[in-house]
């Protein structure tokens, strides 16, 4: 498995993917 990713990008993606997930518990959480 080779994935060349530059550390900034791979980090941004990590913390967006994050950010994502976090803001769709959020979400369910105000939802429910």
Do not use: R, T
Request: aromatic letters at 10%.
């Amino acid at each position: 498995m080779l994935v060349e990713i530059p550390p900034k990008m791979s980090v941004s993606g990590f913390m967006g993917y994050l950010k994502g997930k976090s803001s769709l518990m959020l979400y369910e959480h105000l939802v429910i």
